[in-house]
């Protein structure tokens, strides 16, 4: 018996899970090949080694993924079977990513802080208008600057 197939409620022998789109998508194929090539040494990774790893039965759609990111200038070919990151350090991309949300954070509490002086600024316009056309302040003559 295999190790992901399951036994039914009669014992008999279910077909492994199958696998979602998203889980076989090229996007988190994507996603995790980057991931493994930031933990090699030197940026240097073996492709054998990566379909290994990211168990891909079709090693074609790593070369799908190698392909477009020697295409803009990401990677670069080392040898047969060995790539090379070429673009900024991985590192540095999660820093610009940090400095992203805490921009975005900043911006959000300043629309706030905005709104809040927006709001000031009408509360203070109608008490104005109110205190000028008050009967009770007829009296008192106001020349506005």
């Known amino acids: 018996m295999c190790s992901a197939c399951k036994l039914g409620p009669l014992g008999d022998i279910l077909s492994p899970p199958e696998k979602t789109r998203y889980d076989t998508s090229l996007g988190l194929l994507t996603k995790k090949f980057v991931d493994l090539l930031a933990q090699s040494p030197d940026g240097v990774l073996d492709l054998n080694l990566a379909a290994e790893t990211l168990q891909v039965v079709q090693k074609r759609r790593l070369y ?64 104005m208008r109110h205190m000028s056309e008050s009967a009770s302040n007829q009296k008192y003559p106001f020349v506005p600057s």
């Open 64 to 127: 799908d993924i190698t392909n477009v990111l020697e295409g803009i200038h990401l990677i670069k070919k080392k040898s047969k079977n060995n790539i090379q990151w070429m673009g900024c350090s991985l590192l540095e991309v999660e820093g610009s990513l940090g400095q992203r949300q805490r921009l975005t954070a900043e911006l959000s509490a300043l629309g706030e802080e905005e709104q809040k002086l927006e709001q000031l600024i009408q509360r203070c316009t109608l008490d």
